[in-house]
């Protein structure tokens, strides 16, 4: 009986794509929601995206009811919808703060 391994196994590295030139892959955040582009696919579309706006605001309507009937209060807090001139402005803000 042999008492290494029968073959060698080889590792083979994966080169990186050509066109990257040193750059780090960036990792992609949050959920890539597109909208189909066919009308049809578009419309089925646009009612599953309204039905699950309605089944999240009821359950958060239910977890809201069952938390005040056991005396406490559940509220649903959203950030504010800034304006995209605002939205800018912050972003310049956070570079500007980042490197010192």
Known sequence: MPQKPLKVSKTIKKAPAA???GKVPKMKKGSFDLKPKKPSLAAKY?????????IN???ESNAAGKAQQSGGQLCVVKAPVLAPADQKQKAKQAKTAAPS
């Open 19 to 21: 066109n990257r030139h």
């Open 46 to 54: 646009n009612d599953e995206k309204d039905l699950t706006k309605m």
């Open 57 to 59: 605001q009821k359950n």
